[in-house]
């Protein structure tokens, strides 16, 4: 299994890889080249927030409680008072901060469902989905965000792969086949909630044909 040192290295890579691509292709300035490296490497660390007692799910749930924050800032403005916003804030930051940490760690298995490609396209759905709903971002930049999510996802599941490999001893670990999978087929119930979670976030994604033209777009910048 990769560590975590490897795990954020590459997906560093491969989103420098992504956003001068689409820098290139003038399909988005520095300033938004710079959130694709990042949201690659989020999503390079993302699998293993089913891991207990990891860098990755401390570091996932970290970065997770700013965001939190001030959308729930947003959202409560104009309901509350400042004194009982800067409570109800308080009260966003230190539940995802600590509190989700521990419910993932009690509720879910490493290597479960969130090492699966089916929780890579929940994750790819729901950036694109609050990207483009909640702060506004054009279509064909939402499924950007989305992708890029999704691609780091995909880097993580690859690299636990490979390293499943032990190519000194000619042989596979126990490990293999454990990441890079459609979905969690030792816990059929997992499978179905993440795909009833996915479902759910259709009708908020941003209009598909814009994600075809921008798959199309994109396969020509590699020719």
């Not at 694709?36 to 799910?57: E, K, Y």
């Amino acid at each position: 299994m990769a560590n975590f040192r490897t795990h954020i290295t590459v997906a560093a890579a491969g989103g420098m890889l992504i956003a001068y691509a689409g820098w290139k292709g003038q399909w988005w300035p520095p300033s938004q080249a710079l959130l694709m490296i990042a949201l690659v490497t989020f999503g390079g660390i993302l699998p293993d927030i089913d891991a207990d007692r990891s860098h990755s799910i401390r570091l996932i749930f970290n970065l997770l409680s700013v965001p939190a924050l001030v959308l729930g800032a947003l959202l409560l403005q104009p309901w509350l008072t400042p004194g009982a916003l800067l409570v109800a804030c308080g009260g966003i930051y230190f539940s995802v901060r600590y509190l989700a940490g521990v419910a993932f760690s009690r509720f879910t298995v490493h290597r479960g469902i969130w090492h699966s490609l089916l929780a890579g396209g929940f994750c790819g759905l729901l950036t694109a989905a609050l990207s483009f709903n909640l702060l506004g971002q054009p279509a064909w930049l939402a499924w950007s965000h989305g992708a890029a999510i999704l691609a780091g996802f995909v880097i993580h599941l690859s690299l636990d792969e490979v390293y499943s490999v032990d190519l000194e001893g000619a042989r596979l670990k126990r490990s293999f086949g454990t990441a890079l999978k459609l979905g969690d087929f030792r816990r059929p119930m997992s499978n179905l909630l993440m795909l009833i979670a996915t479902l759910t976030l259709l009708p908020w994604t941003p209009p598909w044909s814009v994600l075809g033209a921008l798959l199309h777009q994109g396969s020509l910048l590699w020719r």
